[in-house]
């Protein structure tokens, strides 16, 4: 874009890409029962487990685990570590997602390892930055939003959001305080697509820096330390983090996991 509202984020200036082969893109974030069909037939072990820990939102947690634990990240005090946070306990030991009926929820607490150990598996990949936003877009270059600039046409929520005073009340005018079903909304784009913004993030292929000038089939830089993601969550709000938007950006390294993020896979297309 060429009105960056996170400059620092490397969201402009604007570009013109050329995506020169065919891809599809997942309707909706790989949920729980997917990935879970992913690990019990390959025994896979995602990087939070072989860490033993994660971070998770501190509103999702029990008063009896805030209570145990004592450090947090400087500056974002929300996020806190917890032992035992897992994709299938992604608040930490008593969260399972299956007995509390939870599959068709997007799975978080993956890697952006993990995501693309799942993508190979099914024979597809992570999309591109530059796929993601080409999907994400969906013909409206220019507008804030797979839709349009508005948020909310006609009253209707369109994503999951955050709702309220970030980060200590949600209201859930929306419906959800954390992660809602996958395709909870209505398909954001007219290709069908749910939740390209809002509800989990997205781990996209490339490395995160500066958007280069290629123009065909852009993939970002050759090598980094850190992995970009897309789309936002429903922890993000306009005073806080205003990255629900289709130029919206953000990073982490390869092997960290968190309670808001996901991802969704991408496959080339077969004549």
């Not at 954390?178 to 007219?190: C, D, E, H, I, L």
């Amino acid at each position: 874009t060429d009105r960056p509202k996170i400059p620092e984020d490397g969201e402009g200036p604007s570009r013109r890409a050329e995506i020169t082969r065919a891809f599809l893109m997942d309707v909706y974030e790989t949920t729980n029962d997917e990935f879970r069909a992913f690990v019990d037939e390959t025994g896979y072990v995602t990087d939070s487990e072989a860490f033993g820990w994660s971070f998770v939102f501190h509103l999702e947690l029990r008063d009896d685990q805030l209570a145990s634990i004592n450090t947090a990240v400087k500056d974002v005090e929300w996020w806190l570590p917890v032992n035992g946070s897992t994709w299938r306990n992604p608040t930490g030991p008593g969260s399972d997602v299956f007995t509390e009926g939870r599959g068709g929820h997007p799975v978080v607490q993956v890697s952006w390892n993990d995501a693309d150990a799942y993508c190979k598996w099914r024979g597809a990949y992570l999309p591109t930055e530059a796929q993601w936003e080409f999907a994400a877009r969906d013909g409206l270059a220019a507008k804030l939003y797979p839709w349009g600039n508005e948020l909310r046409p006609g009253g209707v929520f369109r994503a999951n959001l955050w709702q309220g005073d970030f980060p200590a009340t949600n209201t859930k005018e929306d419906g959800w305080a954390f992660v809602a079903p996958a395709g909870s909304y209505p398909a954001q784009t007219s290709t069908g697509l749910h939740d390209m913004i809002g509800n989990v993030w997205e781990w996209v292929a490339d490395w995160h820096g500066a958007r280069r000038d290629v123009l065909r089939d852009p993939t970002g830089p050759a090598s980094g330390t850190e992995r970009l993601k897309k789309g936002g969550s429903f922890l993000c709000h306009k005073s806080y983090c205003y990255r629900y938007r289709s130029a919206a950006r953000h990073k982490n390294t390869p092997d960290s996991a968190t309670s808001n993020n996901g991802f969704r896979c991408a496959a080339d297309a077969v004549d």
